[in-house]
């Protein structure tokens, strides 16, 4: 009887921190004005997805923005839909990190906290481009809602193999149309169908027998990512990007030049990602050293450590400050599975997540990303950041007093972010309303040329959304774009 009312305090908590989320989420989503790629959008019909998979974009997401997402997305029922679907987001990453739903302790408390705030706070990804501009939602959020799905079992089960059986027919059933519509969501596929497959030839090795559902999630997922990897429209859409590189402009290169185009490519990645894993590294190492039976030797061991992926990092390419990062923490997970099996476990995970950024930064090899593709580095640097968290909290769960402290101010500091965030859009909603009554004046005078305050585009939130906005060109999209929209003949912003 016990056992079951903590299982049902522990779901009443997961349903609560969802919630909440999701809530937060609406009321974004609610208040988001319709604008840049969205602007006057209509029903299009599956012909002009057909149009966008052979000319300009094949990702599902694309597809299902195009035929009806963008009008979608001026009805009200939208807000509702997109919302749920970030809060899943949200709810599918803990899972995903954690192999569990949220419980009813302050450690998890604080945990699902700070994964939200801090994805809506890392400026290496924008937030508001993905999780309430429904150009964004489509193409990014949709797709890790469906890779999240997919990949869900897979962590489940290498967790606890035993804990799906009951339920293989079902993900046997469901995981095919799921599999191929994440495959089908993103490029950065890729990486996942490396990552997967390295556990296929894992299991094989250490003789696990894995699950038909296993294989056959994986087979749908490469068809879906196959689907995309062959639309016409990439190619040429390519045609755009000055820096854009095929496999066979990468094979015509030579083992010389590839690799210069190899490093260059960590290099000219945004660099706070380094800046941040860096941070969350050194931070982890100088953690256990002090707070896991602290000796002289422990701390020498980690300075040294961070010495020398400073050095690497400031001094070599970005690529070699991964690769050594990532032989700093295999190492450590190693030696500290003779002391501390948790321990290892963190420092295994961390190896594990530094090894999946060198992949997805290796991916854009062929053309750079905007900032709103950049999701995946802020999932896994999430991460790092709730390894140390978990790291704390394992520190202290003989201290309930200090426990306690923590996870305050864990939950405050993200409540008092997710204000400024609600606060910061309600401003932005209120100038779009300033300015689409100015136009009325304007256009009440007999103006067709619509002039319009560039700061109605412009937040304080840093990660607002990084979607085009009109500039003082009124011949130059999206200004045109406006201009339709508004029925004027230009249309500008300064």
Request: hydrophobic residues 50%.
């Amino acid at each position: 009887m016990e056992n079951r009312n903590i299982q049902k305090k522990d779901f009443l908590s997961a349903v609560l921190g969802f919630a909440l989320v999701y809530a937060f989420l609406v009321y974004l989503n609610a208040i988001f004005p319709t604008q840049s790629d969205d602007l006057g959008r209509k029903i299009e019909g599956i012909q002009r997805a057909i149009r966008s998979y052979m000319a300009w974009n094949g990702r599902i997401g694309e597809l299902m923005l195009v035929t009806f997402g963008s009008y979608f997305a001026t009805l009200p029922l939208y807000s509702v839909v997109n919302a749920f679907v970030g809060a899943a987001v949200i709810t599918l990453l803990f899972v995903n990190i954690f192999a569990r739903l949220p419980k009813n302790d302050m450690k998890d408390m604080a945990c699902f906290s700070v994964l939200f705030a801090f994805i809506m706070f890392d400026p290496i990804f924008a937030f508001g481009s993905v999780f309430y501009w429904a150009a964004g939602s489509f193409n990014y959020l949709w797709a890790w809602f469906f890779i999240l799905l997919c990949i869900t079992p897979v962590r489940l089960y290498w967790h606890n193999q035993n804990f799906l059986k009951s339920a293989s027919f079902a993900i046997l059933v469901l995981g095919i149309p799921v599999g191929v519509a994440a495959g089908w969501s993103s490029e950065f596929g890729i990486v996942l169908i490396l990552a997967w497959g390295a556990s296929i030839v894992y299991a094989k090795t250490k003789g696990i027998k894995l699950p038909l559902w296993y294989y056959t999630t994986f087979v749908a997922f490469v068809i879906g990512w196959l689907i995309l990897y062959v639309c016409p429209g990439a190619r040429l859409r390519a045609r755009y990007f000055k820096n854009y590189c095929s496999l066979i402009d990468l094979l015509k290169l030579g083992p010389v030049k590839l690799t210069e185009k190899i490093f260059k490519t960590y290099d000219i990645f945004n660099k706070n990602l380094y800046y941040e894993l860096f941070f969350l590294v050194s931070l982890f190492l100088l953690l256990s050293a002090v707070l896991y039976k602290p000796s002289l030797k422990k701390f020498e061991k980690s300075m040294l450590a961070i010495f020398v992926m400073l050095y690497c990092m400031q001094s070599l390419s970005k690529l070699c400050f991964l690769v050594s990062a990532i032989f700093v923490c295999i190492p450590a997970s190693v030696v500290a599975k003779k002391e501390n099996m948790f321990l290892s476990k963190l420092f295994a995970a961390m190896s594990i997540v530094l090894i999946l950024e060198l992949l997805f930064i290796g991916a854009t090899i062929q053309v750079g990303v905007p900032r709103r593709s950049n999701f995946q580095y802020t999932i896994l640097t999430a991460c790092m950041v709730l390894i140390n968290l978990a790291f704390c909290f394992e520190t202290l769960k003989n201290n309930a007093v200090s426990k306690r402290i923590l996870a305050v101010c864990c939950m405050s500091l993200s409540i008092l972010f997710a204000l400024f965030v609600g606060i910061a859009c309600m401003k932005m909603h209120k100038k779009w309303e300033k300015m689409e009554l100015s136009i009325q004046e304007q256009k009440a005078k007999g103006s067709k040329d619509i002039v319009v305050d560039r700061l109605t585009f412009v937040s304080s939130y840093w990660n607002y959304g990084d979607w085009g906005n009109p500039g003082n060109n009124a011949k130059v999209w999206p200004n045109t774009q406006y201009a339709g929209y508004y029925g004027a003949d230009t249309f500008i912003a300064q």
